[in-house]
């Protein structure tokens, strides 16, 4: 089962896609950060999301959320697959202990091998705030996402004084 809104976002440690190791703890105070778990590098359902949401950086720029997939292909498939197409944010490999990442955050599919279609957008403090979760094969909509940087920004937005 996925983790719930709320939840504290578990650590972890990934390579990137050139090797470099990423820590989501590094993040905290920081900035907030969009974890995109897909299923499978080069898949033209993965392609296709990871397009749009490289089409869409913009929306997650403005407000300073960190974009960063996460699969569980090898750092040398997730640089080959950011090269072809242009991905300006990080990929992570949760490729060994296999989907190890995936599995803490309830969206492996043992069955299959890899993660779901799932995204968490985690506050600064490290609290998940918006998840999207689709069926296997469903793809997320860029407008889904939109909705979780809007809840984002309401949960961090100062309450006014009276």
Same mark, same amino acid.
């Given at each position: 089962?996925?983790?719930?809104?709320?939840?504290?976002? %578990?650590?972890?440690?990934?390579?990137?896609?050139?090797? *470099?190791?990423?820590? #989501?703890? =590094?993040?905290?105070?920081?900035?907030?950060?969009?974890?995109?778990?897909? %299923?499978l590098a080069f898949?033209?359902?993965?392609?296709? *999301?990871?397009?749009? #949401?490289? =089409?869409?950086?913009?929306?997650?720029?403005d407000q300073r959320v960190e974009v960063i997939g996460i699969s569980v292909d090898s750092k040398a498939t997730l640089r080959s697959f950011a090269e072809a197409n242009g991905y300006d944010f990080e990929l992570l490999a949760d490729f060994w202990p296999h989907g190890a990442v995936s599995k803490e955050y309830g969206v492996f599919l043992d069955k299959k091998g890899f993660a779901t279609r799932a995204t968490?957008?985690?506050?600064?403090?490290?609290?998940?705030?918006?998840?999207?979760?689709?069926?296997?094969?469903?793809?997320?909509?860029?407008?889904e996402y939109q909705a979780a940087l809007d809840r984002l920004a309401a949960c961090s937005a100062p309450v006014p004084v009276a």
């Open positions: 089962m996925a983790l719930e809104i709320g939840s504290l976002a %578990p650590d972890f440690e990934l390579p990137n896609q050139f090797g *470099e190791h990423v820590r #989501l703890s =590094d993040f905290r105070g920081i900035r907030p950060v969009a974890l995109v778990f897909f %299923p898949s033209s359902g993965c392609t296709n *999301e990871l397009c749009a #949401l490289q =089409d869409n950086i913009a929306m997650f720029e968490f957008v985690i506050d600064v403090q490290g609290r998940i705030k918006a998840s999207i979760i689709t069926e296997p094969g469903l793809q997320r909509d860029v407008a």
